[in-house]
């Protein structure tokens, strides 16, 4: 088994008043991809959001407990988000490129860390950002064309290309094929076998199979609580708990 | 069932509805149309006449006052205006009737020039100092009777007492007809000339120069201060009870009746800071107030209708927030609220209630050169000549609010074309 990358421990989410996470604790391993399954509503995103402290942009949104990655609390006063989440990346559910080039795009990350020192280093981060994002053969004669102008499993790809381009450790990614057809979907999911090699990823879908496919870890959350987390294939073949197995089975969800 | 049933009662109803509907839509709509035609008309059938003068040109010999007539040429501007050409410009121009010997009758030749001939032959003598020969051809403005006479503003048939033109004048403007002395031109000097008393002679240029220096300093103030505000409240400002209290504050401020700005301007700027009074500096300072809400409140509007997918984006790569909101959400908001800043400005540009309060109707004939200089605005302008009885300035009026609304749509152009080009395409 891999290093252990990050550590929760006793995770509880507020809303305002509203607890939306109750004692999460989940440890995930480095190079490994961890799927994050459950029902809607039941704080997958709220949970995969504190490991790069997007709540923080909530106002209402409250983190108790602690979460560390590689044994350091992110959650410290010391800590600075921007380092934060520099080394930790994300895709979204909806692809969100800039309305700017599909250069810009991925270019934006190394030009605000300053991790180019000219033009041409920033050229080759971009290429190869878009190379490992396996999207590179197909934009490579428009990189100076609008980002928003790619088709939506193309946009997603620019996404993650945008999301590697600062040479992250981990990859939060939440929900990234909802919007795409399978073709597109198949793609992506070539490509997080393909970056597991360098990056710890954490993914939540709403797809059994798609977490029975890609991941070697599988946490099932149900109502703010995480119910229960193991290997991908005990989850799937032999889970401990009734809810699950209910879930897995596609008797509620 | 069947697609093709005419006889369905309630489908028949629905579409009949539909089609009331719509011609209530163009009913309104036509209505609407008319409106703004017929004000333009009406603006425009009165007002077009006011861009060209009536000039009656005259024969000047000046060797009553300089031996050589080359001599202009050593002469300097100073010089010139302090020779004394007063009675040898009368006896020129009394020439053009040779035979009128009354002194009386002398008087009425005069008044078809305006009152300032002798500055006007000074001028052409200044322009002109290389080539003066010993006789001169110059063109002097015709006295505003003359010149709406010859518009064709003045009946003719109605008896001599109700006339603002005597019989004898209307003799002589005939015989000028006759021998093809009475010329119109492009009435430049209308662009360039501050208010006068005489309609012939009042020109836009001051007030023009007034509504330019004042729109300069509403924009020096309310852009820079609405786009700030605008963004910290939207991205930055915590949601609480105080940034609420002021967000309603604001709306408040846009709904104030702007010679309420007027009152403001006048006690606080003029009595207690002790302003220059009548100033354009002063008139932006108080438009701008209520500029600045107009801006704040369009700004947010185009801020709060980034998706916040992208604030999320830049975030998550590491960006900081005011990174994320400079980099990413501002350029995507600027057309918008660049718009809004331009509705802003085109009303401050039409607004007068404020600037009667503090001072900005006065009669002021030099054409302000800095923003502090006495000056008026086009709306008072307006407003001013508005109340004059003289032909002349009914139509300098209409030419005036022709000028604004050219330039308010010109804003309003630039408004669409900057949304159109600048907007983010997603
Ligand atoms: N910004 C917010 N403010 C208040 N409540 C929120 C907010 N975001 C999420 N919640 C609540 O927190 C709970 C968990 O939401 P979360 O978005 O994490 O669910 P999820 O598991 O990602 O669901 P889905 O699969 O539909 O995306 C929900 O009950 C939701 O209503
Ligand atoms: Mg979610």
Redo the contacts between chains.
């Keep these: 088994m891999n290093e252990t990358k990050i550590i929760t421990n006793n995770v509880n989410v507020y809303y305002g008043e509203k607890q939306a996470l109750h004692n999460v604790s989940m440890n995930m391993q480095a190079n490994e991809v961890t799927a994050l399954i459950g029902p809607s509503g039941c704080g997958k995103s709220t949970f995969i959001r504190c490991l790069?402290r997007?709540n923080d942009?909530i106002?209402t949104c409250k983190v108790e407990g602690t979460i560390t990655i590689d044994g350091y609390d992110i959650y410290s006063k010391e800590t600075s988000v921007?380092?934060?989440?520099?080394r930790v990346?994300?895709v979204?559910q909806?692809p969100?490129?800039?309305?700017k080039s599909i250069y810009e795009n991925v270019a934006?990350?190394p030009k605000?860390?300053g991790i180019a020192n000219n033009k041409n280093e920033l050229d080759e981060i971009v290429e190869n950002s878009l190379k490992q994002a396996a999207i590179f053969d197909e934009v490579k004669d428009r990189l100076h064309e609008?980002g928003?102008a790619l088709s939506g499993g193309q946009q997603q790809r620019l996404?993650i290309a945008?999301?590697i381009?600062?040479n992250p450790d981990i990859i939060l990614m939440d929900e990234p094929c909802s919007a795409l057809d399978p073709i597109a979907t198949a793609r992506i999911e070539e490509l997080m076998e393909e970056l597991k090699k360098d990056y710890t990823i954490v993914i939540v879908t709403h797809s059994m199979q798609q977490a029975a496919r890609v991941s070697t870890k599988t946490g099932f959350f149900h109502m703010g609580n995480l119910v229960e987390v193991d290997k991908t294939e005990v989850i799937f073949s032999n889970p401990s708990n009734k809810k699950t197995q209910d879930y897995i089975t596609g008797r509620f969800g | 069932m069947s697609f093709v049933n005419l006889n369905d009662n309630n489908l028949q109803k629905r579409l009949s509805r539909e089609f009331r509907f719509k011609v209530y839509c163009i009913m309104a709509m036509t209505f609407a149309l008319g409106f703004v035609l017929f004000l333009f008309t009406s603006i425009f059938s009165t007002g077009y006449s006011a861009f060209y003068k009536t000039m009656i040109p005259i024969e000047i010999s000046l060797s009553s006052v300089v031996s050589d007539s080359n001599s202009f040429a050593l002469m300097t501007n100073e010089e010139i205006n302090d020779l004394s050409i007063y009675s040898l410009s009368k006896k020129n121009i009394y020439n053009l009737f040779p035979n009128i010997t009354d002194r009386k009758e002398k008087k009425e030749i005069l008044k078809i020039f305006s009152y300032e001939f002798e500055d006007e032959i000074k001028n052409f003598l200044k322009d002109n100092k290389e080539n003066i020969n010993d006789i001169n051809i110059i063109y002097l403005t015709a006295s505003d009777d003359i010149d709406q006479l010859h518009k064709g503003n003045f009946p003719r048939d109605i008896p001599e007492k109700r006339r603002r033109l005597s019989d004898l004048q209307l003799s002589f403007y005939d015989e000028l007809i006759l021998e093809n002395k009475i010329e119109t031109e492009f009435n430049f000097p209308f662009f360039t000339r501050g208010d006068s008393r005489e309609p012939e002679l009042a020109g836009i240029g001051g007030a023009l120069a007034g509504s330019f220096f004042t729109i300069i300093v509403v924009l020096i103030l309310s852009l820079p201060f609405g786009l700030l505000a605008a963004i910290y409240l939207q991205e930055f400002a915590p949601q609480n009870k105080f940034t609420d209290f002021i967000e309603i504050n604001i709306n408040n401020l846009a709904a104030v009746p702007s010679i309420v700005f007027g009152l403001l301007g006048l006690g606080i700027l003029l009595n207690t800071f002790g302003m220059p009074r009548s100033t354009a500096l002063v008139g932006g300072v108080t438009l701008s107030l209520m500029t600045l809400p107009t801006i704040i409140i369009a700004t947010r509007a185009a801020l709060r209708a980034v998706p916040p997918s992208i604030r999320e984006a830049a975030l998550a790569v590491g960006a900081t927030r005011m990174q994320a909101v400079m980099h990413h959400v501002v350029p995507v908001a600027m057309p918008g609220s660049l718009t809004g800043a331009i509705i802003g400005i085109a009303q401050a540009l039409g607004e007068t209630a404020p600037l009667l309060l503090i001072g900005m109707v006065a009669f002021v004939v030099d054409v302000p050169s800095t923003p502090v200089d006495p000056s008026a605005s086009l709306p008072v302008q307006i407003y001013l000549w508005a109340e004059s009885a003289e032909r002349g300035f009914v139509e300098k009026t209409s030419a005036t609010i022709m000028m604004l609304l050219g330039l308010l749509i010109i804003l309003n152009l630039t408004a669409v074309i900057i949304r159109r080009k600048f907007e983010t395409k997603w």
């Design positions: 790069n997007m942009v106002d921007e380092k934060l989440r520099e990346g994300m979204f909806k969100n490129p800039f309305p934006y990350g605000i860390h609008p928003t996404c945008r999301a381009s600062v």
